[in-house]
């Protein structure tokens, strides 16, 4: 079983960075491949980037290439998104969501375990 707990979230001017951080319990999160997603208003939820057990493979959205990091620390269970040169249209409720099977999927679907979210918030 695993546990994921968001944090990091809040108010940022648009260009300016910010970083989240996610925290699995328990010893399982080496095992699991790590995603972020988020949903703003009015839309659904839509994937941001992944990364695999190791941290050797990253995928990102070609909205966020370029300008969002994933990253992980299977020692401290804690995944994290760093977040540039935020625009207006980054803000939303970011999730952190943990996939135990074998997969390496931008689907929501394919992921098992989520938190609650954190809230992202970009001024213009």
């Known amino acids: 079983q695993v546990q994921l707990v968001e944090s990091g979230g809040g108010l940022v001017q648009a260009g300016g960075s910010l970083r989240l951080s996610c925290v699995a319990s328990?010893?399982?999160?080496?095992?699991?491949?790590m995603g972020w997603f988020r949903q703003a208003p009015g839309k659904e939820r839509e994937f941001v980037a992944l990364?695999?057990?190791?941290?050797?493979?990253?995928l990102y959205a070609d909205s966020v290439k370029g300008r969002f990091t994933i990253s992980r620390d299977n020692a401290q269970n804690t995944v994290y998104l760093q977040m540039n040169s935020l625009k207006p249209e980054d803000a939303a409720v970011y999730y952190c969501a943990a996939a135990t099977r074998l997969v390496y999927s931008i689907k929501e679907s394919s992921y098992d375990y989520w938190g609650q979210g954190t809230q992202v918030t970009v001024s213009s």
């Open positions: 328990g010893r399982t999160f080496s095992s699991s491949v």
């Open positions: 990364i695999s057990r190791s941290g050797s493979s990253t």
